[in-house]
């Protein structure tokens, strides 16, 4: 079965500082990975998707995540916070590998950028 | 491209009567998701329908939820006898899906149910 563990239910960066937001999966088949993110009482906005093409996957607004199989890994990051980054980030896998799936999300970590 | 809308926003209700929330997906998208969202947890899968055809369930839709989707096109989540439990954020969202396989999910904002 496959699932999603964010380490850190809140992270706390200053403006401009890089942001590093943690995700691990675990699948039983060759994993679909996103992230989105959540503004408060609102939807859901895809950041980006690892599709098992390029390992490093570029996403909007500058965010990036890098897919490391060794590891089980795949973790967002920015180079430099800004104050509309604040939000809620979610890790998810496709529940049955590749993309015909419904998504299994991880617990969301709140990210807080102070000025 | 108007997104996947929800409605109502919001939903107050008082335990054991019914609610219905409604979905309307992106118009060319063939797939429709409802996902439940309570406080601190990321969603949960409910179900999904392939045009109008409901084809998985999750365990966690009890038989007093009930969903839709009559014409392929927009959805509709109803709870009957509602209870506390059932306060949380229900999400819908939808997407494309061919012979390549399924295209990414666009959620909408969601229906915030509060059962008193």
């Known amino acids: 079965a496959q699932s999603v563990t964010q380490l850190g239910s809140h992270v706390s960066v200053s403006e401009g500082a890089l942001v590093l937001l943690r995700c691990n999966y675990s699948?039983?088949?060759?994993?679909?990975l996103f992230w989105y993110v959540q503004y408060p009482n609102q939807g859901l906005q895809l950041l980006l998707k690892?599709?098992?093409?390029?390992?490093l996957v570029k996403g909007i607004n500058d965010f990036e995540a890098e897919f490391k199989k060794s590891e089980t890994s795949f973790h967002l990051t920015k180079p430099s916070a800004h104050m509309s980054d604040a939000a809620e980030y979610f890790c998810a896998v496709s529940d049955r590998g590749g993309s015909q799936g419904n998504l299994i999300f991880g617990k969301g970590t709140k990210l807080s950028v102070k000025p | 491209d108007t997104g996947v809308s929800q409605n109502p926003r919001h939903k107050i209700t008082k335990r054991g009567q019914n609610v219905t929330f409604r979905c309307d997906p992106i118009?060319?998208?063939?797939?429709l998701y409802w996902y439940r969202q309570t406080l601190g947890q990321g969603p949960e899968f409910l179900t999904y329908f392939q045009n109008e055809a409901q084809l998985e369930k999750s365990r966690l839709l009890s038989d007093r939820f009930s969903a839709e989707r009559p014409k392929g096109s927009f959805s509709t989540l109803e709870i009957q006898r509602t209870e506390q439990g059932d306060s949380a954020m229900y999400l819908c969202?939808?997407?494309?899906?061919?012979?390549?396989?399924?295209?990414?999910?666009?959620f909408g904002p969601g229906t915030r149910l509060t059962v008193t």
């Open positions: 699948s039983s088949v060759p994993p679909y």
């Open positions: 690892y599709t098992s093409a390029a390992t």
């Open positions: 118009s060319e998208h063939n797939r």
């Open positions: 969202a939808s997407s494309l899906s061919g012979a390549s396989g399924a295209y990414e999910q666009y």
